[in-house]
């Protein structure tokens, strides 16, 4: 299994490719932007995309969406819930200050517990809101699963929830009751900064620590 990950963009979002080195299948997560360092990355590995997918509509995540399934074909999905972060595009571009990008027809919307196959292996869809009302995690089915947080957890800290659609509740029970249920050794790719693991996030993270 090929899982490469890389900042892209000004707010050095993690994009993530998973790819299957028998079938040449792949999936990229956040094509946030620098859609040809993405490319490249896929001819490098000799990969096809079968699907695009986002972890949640903020713009640092799905800048390069539209370019990509233009490149590639391949179909783009998200959760229902932050179709309306996508729509406004150009409203989140002003707001930062940046170029506002291409938009795509969207050609699924993923749903709570599906799966979507590369190769053998599987990315199962774990709604996480909180961050914002659609936002997902991916988890990677191996022996021991990779956890893609996106921006619901990470090393350290969880996602922002003063942005449209945010709550802070809901995002502590997203991680709570979704993602703090897998094992301690579960490596976790956040959508922001270092990788970490839920173990680390479970003892040390000052948002989930109990006190004492």
């Not at 595009?89 to 506002?100: E, I, N």
Request: aromatic letters at 4%; proline letters at 7%.
């Amino acid at each position: 299994m090929i899982l490469e990950h890389f900042p892209v963009g000004s707010l050095q979002c993690n994009c993530v490719i998973i790819g299957d080195e028998q079938t040449k299948s792949a999936i990229v997560v956040d094509p946030g932007d620098e859609v040809g360092q993405i490319i490249d990355t896929l001819k490098r590995h000799e990969l096809k995309v079968k699907a695009i997918v986002a972890t949640h509509a903020h713009i640092d995540h799905v800048g390069a969406l539209a370019a990509l399934k233009e490149f590639t074909g391949a179909p783009a999905m998200m959760h229902e819930g932050d179709v309306p972060l996508y729509e406004h595009l150009a409203q989140q571009a002003a707001w930062l200050g940046v170029p506002t990008p291409s938009t795509t027809t969207l050609d699924r919307l993923l749903k709570e517990g599906e799966r979507l196959d590369v190769g053998g292996r599987s990315l199962q869809v774990v709604h996480t809101p909180g961050h914002s009302p659609g936002s997902v995690s991916f988890v990677l089915d191996e022996v021991i699963p990779t956890v893609l947080s996106g921006d619901t957890l990470f090393a350290g800290s969880i996602g922002r929830t003063d942005l449209w659609g945010g709550s802070f509740p809901e995002i502590i029970e997203s991680i709570r009751r979704k993602l703090l249920t897998f094992p301690d050794e579960v490596v976790v790719v956040p959508g922001h900064g270092p990788l970490t693991t839920i173990g680390a996030e479970r003892a040390t993270n000052p948002f989930l620590v109990e006190p004492v």
